[in-house]
């Protein structure tokens, strides 16, 4: 089995692309990924593609160049990218390929995402109720965690304040403007106690990995970084999870917890071993809560770590480096991989201004979202 | 005016006298006991396909909540516009131990909301369809006596 590595990352910039489509941001993205690698698109053998709006993701070789390769689309909501990097790799662990593309793309319309609520294995009348929203559920799940584990909403706005810190110095990012935490907490009320300015937005953008065996890194890159784990789990019962009319008393650790833990287990490393991560911040809340479901603190660390600042950039602890995202929107197929994208440039100690100090050697980067789906991805140089 | 709930088998229909004597209908799995709202045809916690309809406890203890401060995207299908909408508050509510339903809370100022307050479940006018049906919902209210 052979071990892989991230030869080549790519992106196209997040936020709002007048007159482009989903599919030419992927080409940009794509092309930018096997630029770094120095490969030619010919050289890929594989790839998947990622997306919630594009039906097909592959129709991008009408732009790249027919080669007629094997090319697989996925979707699995946030957690889309996870889906499709843990069959990039699958592809090279197995022996089947040896240069594979992994790319993801979307162009969301304005507003909260929306569909058709029996697709989740929900009621119709759940949505007819207005209950059908994801950011009701995260402010319902952060109220209570908030109560139960001593966080104030100052914490939130903290968080909400670093990403757009982090944002204004990642020239692909969507929201470049600082904001202080007054500011954020002081905005319009969305779903109490989450105000506009803790949440993240859909977008539009793509972002690209070119992906070879451990062995052949050398050829394509004097800074590989490597896939150690990439992990998917859905929820088990006892989960309290997003488009839920009802959810058991009886509670069960989270998917994102399931998923980390077989990712470590996976990486043979522990989350003490974690430099960077880049974690879902669909709202400030959501990272908040997902520091301790993915195991780099325990339930209520947080109102301190953040407060002393572990979680910014020349923290002990620096999240969402590029601004996460809160400052680069959620186009859902590219979201994962512009994580990896940022995760690549830190361990390469290519970042620029958000470089993390002393080059970090472990990252980890991790996705969520309906109907309680996650992905955890740990790379090393 | 005609009258129906938002869906058939979901709370005691007719609404009884007085309202907050409703209870949300469930269904509890024969194999394991685990109970779900609403009624599903498979159970979650062990596979099982044999579930039997089941009254659900008519009061609870508020679990979490929020407020829904902007006007939902279809598929919502309630009356307001986006001149007459008005925040409301939604929660979960604890249904004896075994359940927490979420659902719209009637009757309470939300900055009043607290963790662990009692409330019963009710059954409200939710909105008139266009060929005059007045559609009922069920939610909760601050308990009564
Ligand atoms: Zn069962």
Request: proline content about 7%; hydrophobic content about 40%; glycine content about 10%.
């Amino acid at each position: 089995m052979s071990d892989v590595a991230i030869a080549g990352v790519g992106i196209h910039p997040f936020g709002r692309h007048k007159g482009v489509t989903a599919l030419q941001m992927a080409t940009v993205a794509a092309r930018a990924a096997l630029a770094d690698a120095g490969m030619k698109w010919s050289d890929i053998q594989y790839a998947v593609g990622g997306s919630f709006e594009v039906d097909n993701p592959d129709a991008m070789v009408a732009f790249m160049g027919l080669t007629g390769i094997d090319f697989n689309n996925v979707y699995n909501g946030c957690a889309t990218a996870g889906s499709a990097l843990s069959l990039g790799v699958a592809a090279i662990r197995s022996g089947r390929y040896e240069r594979v593309l992994v790319v993801g793309m979307d162009k969301h319309p304005t507003g909260a995402f929306t569909s058709d609520p029996t697709g989740y294995a929900c009621p119709a009348w759940y949505g007819e109720m207005g209950y059908f929203l994801t950011p009701k559920f995260f402010a319902m799940k952060i109220n209570r965690y908030m109560h139960d584990h001593g966080i104030s909403v100052e914490t939130l706005g903290r968080v909400a304040a670093k990403n757009y810190r982090n944002g204004s110095l990642n020239p692909n990012a969507f929201r470049r403007e600082p904001l202080t935490v007054e500011q954020i907490v002081g905005s319009r009320m969305v779903n109490y106690p989450l105000t506009q300015y803790m949440f993240c937005s859909p977008d539009e953008g793509a972002a690209a990995l070119v992906l070879c065996r451990a062995e052949e890194a050398p050829r394509y890159t004097d800074s590989p970084v490597f896939v150690k784990a990439v992990e998917v789990r859905t929820r088990r019962y006892g989960a309290f999870e997003v488009h839920s009319p009802s959810a058991p008393v009886e509670r069960v650790a989270a998917p994102t917890t399931d998923v980390a833990r077989a990712a470590f287990e996976a990486a043979g490393i522990g989350p003490e071993d974690v430099d960077v991560a880049q974690l879902q911040d669909t709202d400030a809340g959501a990272e908040v809560i997902h520091m301790a479901e993915v195991g780099l603190c325990r339930d209520g660390e947080q109102e301190k770590l953040v407060a002393d600042g572990a979680t910014s950039i020349g923290g002990s602890m620096p999240i969402n480096t590029d601004g996460g995202l809160i400052a680069n929107g959620e186009p859902i197929g590219a979201s994962g991989l512009r994580q990896l994208h940022e995760l690549t440039l830190q361990l390469r100690g290519r970042a620029g201004e958000r470089q993390v100090p002393e080059r970090p050697r472990v990252g980890l980067a991790h996705l969520y979202g309906a109907p309680g789906t996650s992905a955890v991805t740990i790379v090393a140089r | 005016m005609p009258q129906r709930p938002i869906e058939d088998g979901l709370f005691t229909w007719p609404v009884p006298d007085p309202p907050n004597r409703a209870a949300l209908i469930g269904a509890r799995c024969a194999d394991c006991r685990a109970v779900t709202f609403p009624a599903s045809p498979g159970c979650p916690r062990c596979g099982a396909d044999r579930m039997e309809a089941e009254d659900l406890p008519t009061r609870g203890t508020l679990y979490t909540w929020t407020t829904q401060e902007f006007l939902p995207k279809e598929p919502y299908a309630g009356p307001e516009t986006a001149q007459t909408f008005q925040p409301w508050a939604v929660g979960y509510v604890e249904l004896g131990d075994v359940l927490r339903v979420e659902g719209r809370l009637f009757d309470v100022d939300p900055a009043a909301l607290d963790f662990g307050m009692e409330l019963d479940v009710v059954v409200r006018p939710f909105t008139i369809r266009e060929d005059g049906t007045e559609v009922f919902t069920f939610g909760f209210a601050p308990a009564a006596g």
